[in-house]
Structure formats: structure tokens, C-alpha cells
């Protein structure tokens, strides 16, 4: 299994306070990686400390393989492209002059660049200054400029902030686009989780500077499904009498008085099934959790 | 370290205040060129009428003089101007992020700021020659100057701007923002040369040897101790400023009380320029991968 990212322990302290607190991530080469996190959270500052911004206070970061203590990572992070709090373009400068700017700073060709504006949507703009742009046309030229180096991993700090339904919307699909035509693994930090949902097949949870969780997708919609979680007196017999008296099959034991149930199942129902099983129904709760639910979930149990 | 050098040329040459500055800069020149000439020509139609020889020195070498003289803080703030608005700009924009993230090593971005810093204050600076060493030396010549004695002024002072251009380059730097590095920069100049006016109104005429040590002073004991004098002497000597209004007449007649240079020769002024290029290219690029981009 290949990673493109992987940090170790890493750590950010300013006056002492752990802004980022032992934070070991792991991002594989083709996953979009949502960034969860509260405002203040430190989502920015681990991304500032991946891309050099920043010195780490601790920890290690590693990056397509190559540890930052050393020269290497500059090769690296040439692979990198970035939009970190807000896309970096001169104002004096249209989007091409900005771009070529770029491709002079990554030592790369301008022949790409009439192509990547069009890529990006930003075709037509012609003289027009960055000064000028529309809040949407910076966020697109800010990838643009992360794309130049034809990168292969692209790090973007909540890169719809302030967009309209329709701007997000453009923007979600080009990164799709990225990820499947270009293969382009991409750690994206959100606070709209619900434009995030739609992106990210894998997730990091940080809260106060701690990466609390990483789950797949998958196994995020898994820990989401709708269900009911039973506490009985005793679960020993309770297969039996879920799969016989009431034809259930997807269920799972939990513990020796749990059980989560995901099939549609009346209460009423399973309350006389169990009674006449000499199963005592204790607790019933239904789940029916988002991503919203779930990191506030999580973070609630953080707290 | 190529590519950077490429990429920051290429904003140096839309850099439309450097341009702006640069045309000012040789409009005055001409202009000082011109004036001197002017005054050339009537101080020669005087002596024509008179008796008298002229004894005072016209020339394109006495323009090349003043150049370091009279417009000494003018260039002074032309480079306090140019490096940290273009310096701040990169800064407020997220170009400098822009270039740490796309894998530029810190020393790299500081050294090629650094470069075209001086360069555009050598560029500004140059132009001020090259309007005099054309129209002036033919208007006016060089009255007897040699190549030696124009070259060693033209090297002290580009090395005086380069200095500056070092200095300021790393007020910008660290001050990440162009407000407060044009600010800082300023201040640096003006604390220069206000140093240097006091010096210049207090000039003690008459008492101008410090009796006990043979120290010339430049006030009276009584208002400023010699310790300190000594101090403002060395401060004055180590700044691009300083060492600029030393080339001036009333600073050198000055020195003359005591037959002693301020602060010693052109050489020495060279070596103190040199000197802060280094600390900036050494210093300045090892503390710029200490700092925190935010």
C-alpha cells in the first residue's frame, strides 16, 4: 500500500499550548481525504506544517516517502500543489501572468497553460487582472496555479469557503475530475460536511489539535446506517429469535446485552418476541446518523 | 535557485512603481546634470568680467560627488520604497507561501529576493551615472579627475546602494507585510541622516579638538560626552547613510580641523557595505528558515 502522506506524532506548539497534538495521518495514493474539523480545530496548521510552512515543535512528516528533516522533501514537495487559507495570486497580474509566474518558480513549461484555464473554467478572461476576480474565479485560479506543476498530490484548505451553490458545485466536480482522470490524491479540509460527504472516500477527525479518528467511507456509511441498538438482559438466545420469530438476518451482537439491528423492525413486535423468549427488553435507541452526527458524535465524546 | 531568480525577474519587469521611480530618477539626474552646467556657465561668464580666477570645481566628477551627497537620503528612500513594497506585495499575495510550498528551499527565496533587490536599487542608482558620465562629462568634463578617483567613487556608492538594497531586503523579509517594512525602512534612513544634521548644526568651530584624548568633536563636551560621540561617529560610519553624507563638502572640510578622515578612507566604507550584503545573505537567509509563514 502505497501512501502519499504520512505523519507521525506531529506536533505544533506556540507559547507552550499544542495547537497540533501528536497527529499521525495516513493518506494512500488515489484517496480524497476529508479533513473534519471545527473552526480552530487545527486543520490549517497541519496542513501548514505538511507544506513547510511552519516548524513542527515534534513528530515527523513524510511525504511520497521522503522524511521532512532533510533536503529530499523539496523534490517532493514539487509533486505537491497547495491552496493553504486562500488562493496565492498577484493581484497586479491576470491569470495567465500568474500562472507563468508559477510555472517559472516550478521550472516547468507554458505551453499547458492555455489548457489549464481551460480546465479550470477560466478561459475567457483574457486581460483581465486577479484584482478584478470574482471570489469563485480566484478559488479557480488558485487550483490552477496548485496544478501547474502537474502535481500529484494536491492539498486544499477549504476551498469552497464563501462560494455559491453552483461555484461549489463546479468546484466538487472538477476535483472529482482530478482524482479520476488524473489520479490525483487530495487531502481537502472542510467544515461543510455535507459538500465533503460527496467528495472524500476516506476521513480524518481532528478536534483541539487531535486527530481523533480515520475511517474509510465505507466504513463510515457502515457506522452511519440506520439502525436500532437494543440492550437486553442477555443476548444468548437472541439470534434465534430474531432470525426465527422475526425473520431478521441483519443484525450484529455486540456485546453479551447489545445488539444492532439494521433492518425495518417493530418495536412492538420485537418486545413480545423477546418476552416470550425470556429475553427482557431494556433499552431501545434508533440511529439514524449523517457525517454531521457522527463528528459531532465524536468530538461531543471528545469533549 | 535558477528557477527563482526566473520567477522573481519575471515580477521585477512588471513591477510598475520600479519603473515609475527609475523614470523620476533620471529626470532628476538630468536635472542636476543640467543645473550644475547652468551654474557653470554663469560662475565662467562672472570670471570672464573679473580679475579674479575661478577657484571653484565644475565638473562632471563634482556631480558624480553630489550624487552621493546632495540626493544621498533621496536614494535612500527610493530603496526603502522599492524593496519592501515589492518584498510585502509577494507577501500579502501568498506568493512567498506559493514558493515554499513548490519546493523552494528558504536560503534560495531569501538570496533571490536579495538579487533583484539590489539589482533594481543598483538599476535606480546606475541611471543617475549614466545620464552624467554621457551628457555630463560632455557638457562639462572631468576637470583632471582620474580613472582611479572615478572608479573608486562609483564602486564605494554602488556598494553604499547595495547595502541599502541588503538592509531593507531583510527588513521586508522579516517584517512580512509592505506597510511596516516601508515604515521600518524609512525610519532607518531618516534616523541617518537626523543623526547627521545634528551632527552638522553642532558643529563645535572653535573648540573642535577634544584637549585630553585629541578626538575631534562634533559637539560640545559639556552638552554631549566624547564616549557618545564616539558612538554616533561609529553608527554613522556603518550606515549606508552615514557614509554617504561623509562625501559631503561640509563633512569633509570638517575634517580637515584635524587633518583626520571621519571615519577613515573609501576603502573602509567598501568593506563596511560588503559587509552588510553579507550579514544580510548569510544571516538573513539562515534566520528567513526559522520563520513562520502564516
Redesign the interface.
Known amino acids: 500500500m502505497e501512501y502519499v502522506l504520512r505523519t507521525f506524532g506531529l506536533t505544533k506548539r506556540y507559547k507552550g499550548i499544542a495547537v497540533v497534538d501528536s497527529v499521525s495521518m495516513h493518506i494512500r495514493r488515489g484517496d480524497i481525504y476529508g479533513f473534519v474539523g471545527r473552526n480552530g480545530a487545527g486543520k490549517t496548521t497541519v496542513m501548514?506544517l505538511i507544506?513547510?510552512?511552519?516548524?513542527k515543535s515534534g513528530g515527523d512528516c513524510e511525504l511520497f516517502g521522503k522524511l521532512d528533516n532533510g533536503?529530499a522533501v523539496?523534490?517532493?514537495?514539487?509533486r505537491?500543489?497547495?491552496i493553504?487559507e486562500?488562493?496565492?495570486?498577484?493581484?497586479?497580474?491576470t491569470a495567465e501572468?500568474n500562472l507563468?509566474?508559477?510555472c517559472?518558480?516550478?521550472?516547468v513549461g507554458r505551453e499547458g497553460i492555455p489548457a489549464l484555464l481551460e480546465y479550470v473554467g477560466l478561459s475567457g478572461v483574457g486581460k483581465k487582472k486577479a484584482k478584478n476576480f470574482s471570489l469563485g474565479m480566484r478559488q479557480r485560479l488558485g487550483i490552477a496555479?496548485a496544478l501547474a506543476?502537474s502535481p500529484d498530490f494536491l492539498i486544499l484548505d477549504e476551498p469552497v469557503n464563501g462560494l455559491d451553490p453552483q461555484g461549489i458545485a463546479e468546484i466538487r466536480e472538477l476535483l472529482l475530475r482530478l482524482n479520476r482522470e488524473r489520479g490525483i490524491t487530495i487531502l481537502i479540509s472542510s467544515h461543510i460536511l455535507g459538500e465533503l460527504s460527496k467528495l472524500a472516500t476516506c476521513y480524518g477527525f481532528i478536534e483541539k489539535g487531535r486527530l481523533l479518528k480515520e475511517i474509510s467511507a465505507a466504513e463510515l456509511e457502515e457506522a452511519c446506517r440506520k439502525s436500532v441498538r437494543i440492550v437486553v438482559s442477555s443476548t444468548e438466545k437472541l439470534s434465534l429469535i430474531l432470525e426465527r420469530g422475526l425473520g431478521l438476518q441483519d443484525f450484529k451482537l455486540l456485546s453479551d446485552t447489545e445488539a444492532e439491528l439494521y433492518a425495518d423492525v417493530k418495536i412492538g413486535e420485537l418486545a413480545l418476541a423477546l418476552q416470550a423468549g425470556g429475553i427482557e427488553l431494556l433499552r431501545v435507541q434508533e440511529k439514524d446518523e449523517d457525517l454531521e452526527g457522527y463528528f459531532l458524535n465524536l468530538v461531543g465524546g471528545a469533549a | 535557485m535558477f528557477k527563482l531568480l526566473r520567477a522573481d525577474g519575471y515580477r521585477v519587469l512588471r513591477y510598475k512603481l520600479f519603473w515609475i521611480l527609475l523614470c523620476c530618477y533620471a529626470v532628476f539626474s538630468l536635472i542636476l546634470v543640467l543645473g550644475e552646467y547652468v551654474s557653470l556657465r554663469s560662475w565662467l561668464a562672472y570670471y570672464e568680467h573679473s580679475d579674479m580666477t575661478m577657484t571653484a570645481r565644475i565638473d562632471a566628477f563634482t556631480v558624480m560627488r553630489q550624487g552621493f551627497g546632495s540626493n544621498v537620503c533621496l536614494l535612500g528612500f527610493l530603496c526603502a520604497i522599492l524593496v519592501p513594497v515589492l518584498i510585502g506585495k509577494e507577501y500579502t499575495s501568498g506568493g512567498m507561501r506559493n514558493k515554499i510550498i513548490a519546493g523552494g528551499g528558504r536560503a534560495q527565496v531569501y538570496l533571490s529576493k536579495l538579487i533583484w533587490s539590489c539589482a533594481m536599487c543598483a538599476a535606480v542608482y546606475l541611471v543617475f551615472h549614466f545620464i552624467n558620465f554621457t551628457l555630463g562629462s560632455a557638457l562639462m568634463g572631468w576637470g583632471g579627475a582620474t580613472v582611479g578617483e572615478v572608479l573608486l567613487l562609483f564602486v564605494t556608492g554602488l556598494l553604499f546602494v547595495l547595502a541599502y538594497a541588503a538592509i531593507f531586503t531583510a527588513v521586508a523579509m522579516f517584517s512580512r507585510g509592505a506597510v511596516a517594512g516601508v515604515v521600518v525602512s524609512i525610519v532607518l534612513v531618516i534616523a541617518a541622516w537626523l543623526i547627521f544634521a545634528s551632527i552638522d548644526s553642532n558643529r563645535p568651530y572653535d573648540a573642535a579638538v577634544d584637549p585630553e584624548t585629541g578626538t575631534i568633536l562634533w559637539f560640545n563636551v559639556e552638552q554631549v560626552p566624547v564616549w557618545l560621540q564616539e558612538v554616533l561617529k561609529g553608527l554613522l560610519a556603518l550606515m549606508p547613510t552615514g557614509q554617504y553624507v561623509t562625501f559631503t563638502t561640509s563633512a569633509l572640510d570638517f575634517s580637515k580641523y584635524a587633518g583626520e578622515t571621519l571615519v577613515g578612507n573609501l576603502g573602509a566604507y567598501c568593506a563596511f557595505s560588503a559587509l552588510w550584503v553579507a550579514l544580510s545573505a548569510v544571516g538573513g537567509s539562515l534566520l528567513f528558515r526559522r520563520l513562520d509563514l502564516r
Open positions: 501548514r507544506c513547510g510552512l511552519i516548524r533536503s523539496l523534490a517532493a514537495r514539487r505537491t500543489g497547495a493553504i486562500a488562493p496565492s495570486v498577484y493581484p497586479e497580474m501572468q507563468v509566474e508559477q517559472l518558480t516550478l521550472g496555479m506543476g
